[in-house]
């Protein structure tokens, strides 16, 4: 029996502890039709490695977290974990929370493959949010999954706020997306699902010839099409970059 207001779907998200915007753009890009619940995945580990692996050592059992919810897919909103613990786990990881769900899940670094492979992207642009030690993992990454990381361009700032990800600004990105023009690469990621994108990308869908993704669009993109494949085409994909569908949420959340 279809939930009152998801009638096209459910995707349950498990969000990181302090991550303050998953959730608002989880509610900006979810189609009508669509809905999603939240968890908090927490750790009291003392550095942001150390509780990224945490996170995903707690599965399968944070499923508990939805009970009996009728999920029709589950996303792991969260792209620094993926990689510490690398394509092979993650992929193991992934296949054994649907095994135990019996739904599909992602994670914010494989929605992204996923999005990237659809593009027919090898050569990728990546915009960071991340200090210098998680982004040496994060090219490690890319690379073990078959892309050339061509150029990579930062976001990062020292901050003395409570999380200094989290207390990036879409501004930052959308700094980072300018530098990148005359890049010659076949897509652009920005990376993490805590650095507001969305602002960036619905003034900037393309850097060049080439498509802006963020993790969070991807992880919002491929939880829809697994339940719906008719998302699942390059042309969709493309409506999402563009902001065919999301761009009047958004401007009613932040208006200009």
Request: aromatic share 6%; glycine share 6%; with cysteine.
């Amino acid at each position: 029996m279809p939930v009152e207001y998801a009638p096209k779907g459910l995707i349950g998200v498990f969000t990181p502890q302090a991550n303050t915007t998953v959730e608002p753009e989880m509610a900006i890009l979810t189609p009508p039709g669509h809905a999603f619940i939240n968890a908090r995945m927490t750790s009291g580990r003392p550095t942001i490695s150390e509780r990224l692996v945490d996170y995903m050592d707690q599965f399968p059992d944070l499923l508990a977290q939805f009970a009996n919810a009728p999920v029709d897919a589950i996303a792991i909103a969260c792209t620094g974990a993926s990689y510490l613990i690398g394509k092979d786990r993650e992929d193991a990881l992934l296949a054994g929370i649907t095994a135990r769900s019996g739904v599909p899940a992602l994670t914010g670094a494989s929605a992204s493959v996923d999005a990237l492979h659809l593009l027919g992207a090898r050569r990728i642009a990546l915009v960071s949010p991340y200090n210098s030690a998680l982004d040496r993992e994060s090219a490690g990454y890319w690379t073990s999954r078959g892309f050339e990381v061509v150029s990579e361009i930062s976001a990062w700032r020292e901050s003395s706020a409570f999380h200094p990800i989290y207390s990036l600004s879409a501004a930052a990105a959308d700094t980072a997306l300018a530098e990148l023009e005359g890049h010659d690469v076949d897509a652009v990621l920005m990376l993490g699902t805590g650095m507001p994108t969305l602002r960036a990308i619905a003034g900037r869908p393309l850097v060049g010839a080439a498509p802006v993704l963020s993790c969070m669009l991807c992880v919002a993109w491929r939880s829809v099409s697994l339940i719906d494949p008719a998302q699942a085409t390059r042309e969709a994909l493309m409506d999402w970059v563009q902001a065919r569908h999301w761009r009047a949420a958004l401007d009613r959340m932040m208006p200009v």
